[in-house]
């Protein structure tokens, strides 16, 4: 007996741990988003440039985790010629490579803002993906504290433009050289131990100073008894530390005989004076001694944005978002590829975090943007109802014929529709075409219909959402149902 065909397996779709996939509502709020960036950035002046999303992996450098294992971290591969590939990690790397790559070509101080993905390799959790959007604007070539503080304006207004309202945010500065200071106090040479001593300072919004105070000592056991080893450091160093980063605190003695922790308070001092000067207040950008920023290119400023607003998730937890954007001075990362000093400062907004963000605090409109006019086919030489179509494109007003079953009912038409949220729709049946007229549905109004319980203003309302004209005036009807949902086109 023939053994029977084993039948086919079907492939199983499913979408890789840490990435998401995006619907039109979702992009929409994305481009909504991305235009309002743009505009401010290029008030300032920056302009567009775009670099790919690989890299050879030498040139991402320092934002690596360990330079001995290309794959921890960011997601790499050898080419053809044994070269490994990385894809970008963020959009600053990239950026450091083209400019010194394009030095004598580019004008200095160049000025680009770029968006784009960027992809890293670590454990996804919530709101943690693999795959995110970031938004960057750099200056490349000026060593001058006014490049540090427009970056800080900068994010201001782009916070102000993204409906995000003063009170609601603060861009807080700070400078590495200041940290670096506190390090040559200490005297600390290990850069394992001066590392545990920056993520504990780091913390200091999340655990307190208390928290802090225990990871700069022997360590800290949290709610669930796990624990984290400490810096090791003695008190009189941790209240050096603690001091350090606290607003407002008295500079220990051991401080003022820091070179470089002096030159890091001029140059925020000169940062203060700047965005004073031209406006800004302290309820926009402040100086906070305990930012720290994680990557260890920094050499002088660094600012992160952050929201103070509070809100709740879908299981009624508080959520506080924190930091959705940040940069600062790294005056070595093009300096790699030159051999010569190359000053640069540089702001980035996390995209998707910040959408995230908005959208739980009900600031972005994440209803669906409105498809296209659908125009049904009902009986007659299908021709006719693609040349109304194009008609409708050649206006530049965005339409569709109905490509499904030409044997769908008008029901099974218009339940498509709805579901393409098209604004309206074009029916012409045998008597239309007969006699030259055409059908329009306003279905955004006829969607209210089902709430309205009087049965006159039923029936007028009817008539308001569907009701017969001329074919000739098929683009002007059209064009008053958008006008009148204030639904753009073109």
Not at 379 to 399: C, F, H, P, S, W
Request: glycine content about 10%.
């Amino acid at each position: 007996m023939a053994e029977k065909s084993k039948k086919p397996q079907k492939l199983k779709a499913r979408l890789p741990r840490g990435l998401e996939d995006r619907g039109p509502a979702a992009i929409a709020a994305t481009r909504r988003m991305v235009e309002k960036i743009r505009e401010v950035y290029e008030r300032y002046g920056f302009e567009p440039v775009e670099t790919p999303a690989m890299e050879y992996t030498d040139a991402l450098g320092k934002f690596l985790p360990d330079q001995d294992r290309p794959n921890e971290g960011v997601f790499s591969f050898q080419d053809d010629d044994e070269q490994w590939i990385s894809l970008r990690y963020d959009l600053t790397a990239p950026l450091a490579r083209y400019v010194a790559e394009n030095f004598d070509s580019l004008p200095k101080p160049y000025r680009s803002y770029r968006e784009g993905y960027v992809y890293r390799n670590e454990k996804p959790g919530p709101g943690r993906f693999r795959q995110f959007m970031q938004f960057d604007a750099d200056t490349v070539g000026s060593a001058s504290p006014a490049a540090d503080a427009e970056m800080c304006m900068m994010a201001a207004d782009t916070m102000e433009a993204l409906g995000i309202p003063r009170g609601s945010y603060v861009v807080k500065v700070n400078n590495r050289k200041v940290l670096d200071g506190v390090r040559e106090a200490l005297g600390i040479a290990d850069d394992g131990q001066w590392l545990i001593v920056m993520r504990a300072i780091d913390k200091l919004d999340r655990l307190g100073i208390s928290g802090v105070q225990q990871l700069l000592g022997d360590g800290r056991k949290d709610e669930s008894g796990d624990f984290t080893k400490g810096a090791g450091l003695k008190a009189g160093d941790i209240a050096l530390v603690v001091g350090a980063i606290e607003q407002g605190a008295p500079i220990d003695a051991r401080l003022r005989d820091s070179k470089i922790g002096q030159e890091g308070r001029d140059e925020l001092d000169a940062i203060s004076k700047l965005v004073a000067a031209s406006g800004y207040g302290s309820d926009q950008i402040i100086i906070d001694p305990s930012v720290v920023r994680g990557l260890e290119y920094y050499t002088g400023p660094v600012y992160e944005a952050e929201l103070l607003l509070e809100t709740r998730d879908d299981k009624g937890r508080p959520v506080r978002f924190g930091s959705v954007g940040g940069g600062g001075r790294y005056d070595g990362l093009v300096s790699r590829f030159r051999g010569e000093p190359v000053p640069a400062t540089g702001f980035s907004i996390g995209v998707s975090r910040l959408q995230a963000a908005l959208t739980l605090l009900g600031k972005l409109d994440t209803r669906p943007a409105f498809g296209p006019v659908v125009v049904t086919v009902f009986g007659g030489d299908i021709a006719e109802y693609q040349k109304m179509v194009a008609t409708l494109r050649n206006a530049n007003i965005r339409a569709e014929l109905y490509l499904g079953n030409p044997k769908h009912s008008i029901g099974q038409q218009m339940k498509y529709a709805d579901r393409r949220n098209a604004p309206c729709a074009i029916v012409q049946g045998s008597d239309e075409r007969a006699n030259g007229k055409i059908q329009i549905k306003d279905l955004i109004l006829g969607a209210g219909l089902t709430e309205i319980k009087d049965r006159e203003e039923y029936l007028r309302k009817q008539s308001e959402a569907q009701y017969e004209v001329d074919q000739s005036r098929l683009v002007d009807a059209v064009r008053e149902v958008l006008v009148r949902h204030n639904v753009k086109w073109g």
